[in-house]
């Protein structure tokens, strides 16, 4: 039987996202200076004898988003969320272009309809199963990263960075 990985456990995305790396578990394992094996354990929803580590946990998100591994940063989104809290990615000061404002204010609502759109959905039958709440979750990152994105360019607009 195939095991569901659900976005919003912490476990679970770190597991993805490591899989995800270019190479698998085993090339990721290679760059961290641990064996496979060590690290599959680590990871593998399953065996409660071992845990990485927070800084194995950052060192693993950071060389996924080095990597451009999709979704690099679920693991870290999915612990906020257990505690109730969420985060936005801070663009670069460098990263943050000269548009029309305006521009980013459509992006953010935008993102906001989505979100709206995607609870509307899993609503119809009265039920939210946990792919619609993995999906909702996601909905939301996007919302609150287009929101750092605008705080952001008006912080770069009035010379504070």
Same mark, same amino acid.
């Given at each position: 039987?195939?095991?569901?990985?659900?976005?919003?456990?912490?476990?679970?995305?770190?597991?993805?996202?490591?899989?995800?790396?270019?190479?698998?578990?085993?090339?990721?394992?290679?760059?961290?200076g641990? #064996?496979?094996? !060590?690290l %599959?354990?680590?990871?593998?929803? @399953?065996?409660?004898?071992?845990?990485? =580590?927070?800084?194995?946990?950052?060192?693993?998100?950071?060389l996924?988003?080095?990597?451009?591994?999709?979704?690099?940063?679920?693991?870290?989104?999915?612990?906020l969320?257990?505690?109730?809290?969420?985060?936005?990615?801070?663009?670069?000061?460098?990263?943050?272009?000269?548009?029309?404002? #305006?521009?980013? !204010?459509? %992006?953010?609502?935008?993102?906001? @309809?989505?979100?709206?759109?995607?609870? =509307?959905?899993?609503?119809?039958?009265?039920?939210?199963?946990?792919?619609?709440?993995?999906l909702?979750?996601?909905?939301?990152?996007?919302?609150?990263?287009?929101?750092?994105?605008?705080?952001a360019?008006?912080?770069?607009?009035?010379?504070?960075?």
């Amino acid at each position: 039987m195939t095991r569901k990985y659900s976005d919003m456990n912490q476990h679970d995305a770190l597991y993805k996202v490591a899989r995800a790396y270019p190479g698998g578990l085993e090339a990721l394992a290679q760059r961290m200076g641990i #064996s496979a094996n !060590v690290l %599959r354990n680590k990871l593998a929803p @399953g065996i409660e004898s071992h845990y990485p =580590s927070f800084e194995e946990l950052s060192q693993i998100v950071d060389l996924c988003r080095q990597a451009n591994v999709k979704d690099a940063l679920l693991p870290l989104h999915a612990l906020l969320g257990r505690h109730g809290m969420a985060a936005f990615v801070v663009p670069e000061p460098e990263s943050v272009s000269g548009d029309d404002l #305006s521009q980013t !204010v459509c %992006r953010v609502m935008s993102q906001v @309809g989505s979100v709206a759109e995607a609870v =509307s959905e899993a609503l119809m039958d009265g039920v939210i199963t946990h792919a619609e709440a993995d999906l909702i979750e996601r909905e939301f990152q996007g919302a609150l990263t287009a929101l750092g994105e605008w705080r952001a360019r008006i912080r770069a607009r009035s010379g504070r960075t």
